[in-house]
C-alpha cells in the first residue's frame, strides 16, 4: 500500500505517518471533522484541489457515519420519579403525561368520582440507550399502587354486577363452590352457574372489600320472578292462589284480562315464583327402573253410539331399567332426556271397543255449551245478596226478557215447571239430566218451551229469559250437578 505523508500543519488528520514509517488510522477529533467541514463550504472547492482533497471527503463521510451510529444507539430520554422515588428513563414526558390522565381517569371510574393524583413527578434530561427506557405502563401501574382508595384484588362479579372484593381469591373460589354444594351428589356429571360468574384480579375502590358471609347473604338472596302456570281440570283462581302461598289480588294483578270466575282447563296463568340471585344449574346421570306405558289398540263395534267406548281388555304397563339426564335448575326438574332403556318386562296392550252407531240427536255429547251469551252478575261461590252472606250454587248469566235459552247438552227434561220447597225461589225452571252423572238447572224463566219426559238436543230452546222467583232483574240462573253434588260450572263450559 502506498504511504500518505502529512505536512506537520495537518498532522491531526485521520491517517498519519507512524514509527517506522508505517500508516495508521486515526479516529478524527472534532476539531478535524469541524475543519474539514469548513473546507466543504468555499465555493472555489472544485476549482482548489489539492492532495488534502480526498482527507476532506473522508473525514465527512466518517462524521456523517459517526453520527448515524449514534442516532441510533442514545436517543433523548427523561428520568421520571415520583415522590424523590426513581422509576427509570422514559422516552417521552408527553408518554407519562398520558398515562397519569388515564390513572386519574380509571381511578375515577373506579371510585364514582373525579380523582387528581397527588404524588409530585419530576423529570430529568439525560441521553440514553433505548434497551435501558422502561416501558410507561410500568409507570402507570407504580402510580396506580399509590392510590389509597383503590386497591389490586380479587374481585366476583355476577352478570357483570360486582357482589364483592376479597384479598384472598380462594375464599371467593370456596364460596362458589358452597353454593353448588347443597344441588350436587354422587350421580351429579356438571354443576353450573346459569348465570355469568367471573373471578378476576383487578383494581376496585377499598369500600368493596367485604366479608364472605355478606357476600353469601346478597348470591342467595330470593327475589319474586314470574312464571306460567297451566290450568288444570277442577281447579279454580282461588285454589290457584292459595296452592301457591298468594292472594287473590296479587294474582289478579298479575293475570288483569282473566275472568277469575271462567277459568278454562289448559289456560295460562302468571304467577310469582321465589328465585335465588345466583342460580345453579344441575345434570345427574342416573339410572332407574320405571314402567313402559302399555299402547291401546281399538276395536270398531257397532252396538255402541259413536263416542262411546269399553275397555275389553285391560292394559298393562311394562318395566325397564332406564339411563337418563336429569337437568336440575336450583334443585327442580327441567327436563329429561332418556340415553338408553333396557326393557325387563314388556306391557301388555289394552283393547277398547269403539262405537260406530250413529247417536240419537238427543244423547248428551259429554260437552256442555253456555245456555246464553250475557253479562256474568254473580259468580259460583259465597256472596252478599238481599242483606245476607249465602252460596250462590251457579252463574247469573244476564239477558234480554224472552231471550232463547238453550240446552246445554242433550239429555232428558227430568222437571219443567214452577220452583216450590227448596227450590221456590227458582220461578219457572227446567232441569235435564244428560244420563252421564250429569244435570242442568235453567232458573228464573219467563216461560218454558218443554215438559217432564220430553228429550232434548244440544242447543235446543227449552225456555225464555225471565225474572220469575227471587230475582232483581232478568237472567238465566244456570247451575250443574255431577252424581248430585252442585259444582262450579265454569269447569265445565268451553
Known amino acids: 500500500m502506498d504511504e500518505i505523508l502529512l505536512d506537520p ?26 475543519a474539514g467541514l469548513r473546507s466543504l463550504s468555499h465555493h ?67 371510585l364514582g368520582h373525579s380523582y387528581t393524583l397527588e404524588q409530585d413527578v419530576s423529570y430529568q ?36 354486577e360486582l357482589i364483592g372484593a376479597a384479598d384472598d381469591p380462594a375464599a371467593l373460589d370456596e364460596l362458589l363452590a358452597s353454593i353448588k354444594a347443597p344441588y350436587v351428589n354422587a350421580n351429579t356429571i356438571s354443576a353450573e352457574f346459569v348465570q355469568p360468574v367471573v373471578v378476576s384480579k383487578e383494581y376496585t375502590s377499598t369500600s368493596a372489600l367485604k366479608d364472605v358471609e355478606s357476600m353469601r347473604a346478597a348470591l342467595t338472596a330470593n327475589s319474586m320472578e314470574r312464571v306460567d302456570y297451566t290450568v288444570q281440570a277442577g281447579e279454580t283462581f282461588s285454589g290457584i292462589a292459595n296452592s301457591h302461598g298468594m292472594l287473590m289480588s296479587e294474582l289478579q294483578a298479575l293475570n288483569p284480562g282473566v275472568d277469575v270466575n271462567r277459568l278454562m282447563v289448559g289456560q295460562t296463568l302468571t304467577l310469582s315464583q321465589a328465585v335465588p340471585f345466583l342460580s345453579v344449574q344441575t345434570v345427574d346421570a342416573l339410572t332407574y327402573d320405571g314402567p313402559v306405558p302399555f299402547t291401546v289398540e281399538e276395536v270398531p263395534d257397532s252396538s ?51 262405537g260406530t252407531k250413529e247417536r240419537p240427536r238427543t244423547m248428551a255429547t259429554g260437552n256442555l255449551k253456555w245456555p246464553i251469551y250475557g253479562r256474568i252478575t254473580s259468580g259460583y261461590g259465597y256472596r ?3 242483606g245476607s252472606y249465602s252460596f250462590h250454587t251457579g252463574l247469573d248469566i244476564t239477558g234480554s226478557y224472552g231471550a232463547p235459552i238453550a240446552a246445554s247438552d242433550g239429555g232428558r227434561v227430568i222437571y219443567a215447571g214452577t220452583g216450590s220447597g227448596s227450590y221456590w225461589s227458582y220461578g219457572k225452571y227446567v232441569v235435564i239430566d244428560h244420563e252421564n252423572g250429569i244435570q242442568t238447572i235453567y232458573a228464573h224463566c219467563s216461560s218454558l218451551n218443554v215438559k217432564a219426559g220430553d228429550r232434548v238436543y244440544q242447543g235446543q230452546t227449552i225456555a225464555r229469559v225471565g225474572s220469575t222467583g227471587r230475582s232483581t232483574g232478568n237472567h238465566c240462573h244456570f247451575q250443574v250437578k255431577v252424581n248430585g253434588t252442585t259444582v262450579n260450572p265454569y269447569n265445565y263450559l268451553p
Open 384 to 386: 252478599s245478596i238481599f
Open 44 to 110: 472555489d472547492l472544485w476549482e482548489r484541489r489539492s492532495p488534502l482533497d480526498p482527507l476532506i471527503y473522508v473525514v465527512a463521510a466518517l462524521s456523517v457515519a459517526s453520527a448515524a451510529v449514534l442516532g441510533s444507539l442514545y436517543g433523548p430520554s427523561y428520568e421520571v420519579s415520583v415522590d424523590g422515588v426513581e422509576l427509570g428513563l422514559v422516552q417521552s414526558r408527553q408518554s407519562v403525561e398520558a398515562a397519569i390522565d388515564r390513572v386519574e381517569a380509571r381511578a375515577g371510574s373506579i
Open 304 to 354: 255402541m253410539y259413536q263416542g262411546d267406548t269399553k275397555i275389553l281388555t285391560a292394559g298393562v304397563d311394562g318395566l325397564a331399567t332406564y339411563s337418563a339426564n336429569v337437568t336440575y335448575l336450583n334443585g327442580v326438574e327441567q327436563s329429561r332426556v332418556i340415553n338408553s332403556t333396557s326393557v325387563l318386562a314388556q306391557p301388555v296392550p289394552q283393547v277398547v271397543a269403539v
Open 125 to 160: 434530561f439525560a441521553l440514553s440507550q433505548r434497551e435501558e427506557r422502561i416501558p410507561v405502563t410500568q409507570v402507570e401501574t407504580y402510580l396506580f399502587d399509590q392510590i389509597g382508595e383503590v386497591m389490586k384484588t380479587s374481585v366476583l362479579t355476577v352478570n357483570g
Open 9 to 34: 500543519e495537518h498532522s491531526r488528520g485521520p491517517l498519519s505517518a507512524a514509527a517506522g514509517g508505517a500508516a495508521r488510522f486515526r479516529i478524527p477529533s472534532w476539531q478535524d471533522i469541524q
